[in-house]
């Protein structure tokens, strides 16, 4: 039982494979696993059971067969609940969408059935997915796998809870400003966000254009790095539905490249002040690198703290002045916390078309910035937050507040604003036991890279731990 609830993407693979357990059994054993645990998680928004029933059959009927297979032959998956998925509502947490239906797969989708996977379902959001934690008026809350009393972080909260309990092998979450890396970060499982357009955003809501398309990407969350990038070879490739999307191949990692990096212990004022806790998992991921004869050394890099402004910016009033207008004469149907963050990033900045343009070219002038100042140190160590999961309620938007996600988030958001890639991957523990994650950046393209850095970081941390819920 352990090899198929809390095995990895491959292990499960190969288990079906070699005929150790079919599709049948992993997807029966999951089901179940969502059934106990699902009225203490809340993570499901939509749960296909008959349908998963479905395709583990016929994936069956194929193993027995000795027909060839994709690489994710008959392993149970999930998707956030922004993404279309043929025939499931998506509602993206919001009574405004309650009657949303899909009518088609987003191209991940596709790409993750193509390749054998069975999605059981989609799971839980912030509303329109503007916030860290992820509750809301459609579906409420979801809790963390590590302590029930805690979030499990947003907007991929959902995600987060399904994989680290078991739920799920594996599954897509989507990222405007740590919208993966924290869940995976709160919630003790790894989660890519990718470089825009790597992994194609179409059929994603709310959709990205124009300025949004550089904030917003989708991207792979796991228990393990092999898994996420057992996830991310099957779903990037270019999209014509995606205006980023970029022919970039996936390339193999060479060790002798990799072992070449030179590494960046990221640090500045414009960052925030982590907990000592939150220090030590990237010191100590840094030791990790350390012994295996990576090379590292301090690093900041000028500008961050403007970087994240215009972000904020962007993901700011930008939005919120989008999605109150798409809500007018529908605001009490608005959740508490969008309401919220409505008010205050509205409140703040008088939005004109000049400014709208001078913001659009300041975006593209600091990411090149960026860039030149990693021609040498190509990958960054930092925290993913401040801290580890932070209890129900605690997280807001509210300036000046201990938990004002424009505080605590810092180290996440600026990757958006300049469409880097990062990774989260556990590390360390906080005194109360909660998972703690660091997370590694590269260079716009360079997923392969900070991967394998991850997985050099994984292998000197040790095993997975399963969270004792």
């Not at 078991?166 to 989660?191: E, K, L, M, N, T």
């Not at 959709?207 to 991310?232: H, K, N, Q, S, Y």
């Not at 937050?385 to 997280?395: L, T």
Request: with cysteine; aromatic share 6%.
């Amino acid at each position: 039982m352990d090899k198929i609830i809390f095995g990895t993407i491959a292990e499960i693979a190969s288990g079906i494979r070699d005929r150790k357990f079919s599709p049948v059994e992993v997807v029966e054993a999951h089901l179940e696993r969502v059934a106990e645990l699902q009225p203490k998680l809340n993570a499901f928004v939509h749960l296909d059971a008959e349908g998963s029933l479905k395709q583990a059959r016929v994936a069956e009927a194929a193993s027995m067969r000795g027909d060839a297979v994709g690489p994710l032959h008959g392993v149970p998956l999930t998707i956030k609940s922004c993404i279309d998925a043929a025939g499931w509502p998506t509602p993206s947490g919001s009574l405004l969408r309650t009657d949303y239906v899909a009518q088609t797969d987003a191209p991940l989708v596709a790409r993750l059935r193509a390749a054998g996977a069975i999605v059981l379902g989609n799971t839980n959001t912030p509303e329109y997915l503007m916030a860290y934690e992820t509750d809301n008026s459609l579906s409420g809350k979801t809790s963390n796998p590590w302590d029930l009393e805690r979030s499990a972080g947003g907007s991929s909260g959902g995600e987060g809870a399904a994989i680290a309990s078991g739920c799920s092998a594996g599954g897509v979450g989507s990222d405007g400003g740590g919208s993966i890396r924290v869940p995976a970060h709160f919630c003790g499982i790894c989660g890519l966000k990718p470089t825009p357009g790597r992994i194609p955003a179409t059929g994603h809501y709310p959709e990205g254009g124009g300025a949004f398309g550089w904030i917003g990407v989708v991207g792979p969350m796991a228990r393990t790095i092999a898994d996420v990038r057992a996830l991310f070879e099957v779903m990037a490739g270019p999209d014509a539905g995606d205006a980023l999307s970029a022919p970039v191949p996936v390339r193999a990692a060479k060790e002798e490249d990799v072992r070449k990096l030179r590494i960046g212990i990221l640090e500045g004022d414009a960052l925030g002040k982590a907990t000592a806790e939150t220090m030590a998992a990237v010191e100590r991921a840094a030791k990790i690198l350390s012994d295996q004869g990576f090379a590292l050394e301090k690093k900041s890099l000028n500008r961050l703290d403007r970087a994240i402004e215009v972000w904020w910016y962007f993901f700011g009033p930008v939005i919120a002045d989008s999605i109150r207008k798409g809500a007018a004469g529908h605001e009490q149907e608005l959740s508490p916390m969008l309401g919220e963050y409505v008010e205050l990033a509205t409140a703040e900045t008088t939005l004109t078309y000049d400014g709208f343009l001078s913001a659009c070219g300041e975006r593209d002038t600091l990411r090149a910035d960026i860039v030149r100042q990693m021609e040498d140190v190509t990958i960054l160590l930092s925290p993913v937050s401040v801290g580890p999961a932070f209890r129900h309620g605690e997280g807001n938007w509210r300036s000046g507040d201990e938990e004002n996600y424009r505080d605590t988030m810092r180290y996440s958001q600026w990757l958006n604003l300049a469409g880097f890639p990062g990774v989260a991957v556990p590390v360390g523990k906080s005194r109360e036991g909660l998972p703690i994650g660091v997370q590694v950046i590269g260079r716009p393209y360079e997923e392969e890279l900070i991967l394998a850095v991850a997985e050099a970081i994984e292998r000197g941390r040790g095993s997975w731990e399963v969270p004792k819920i």
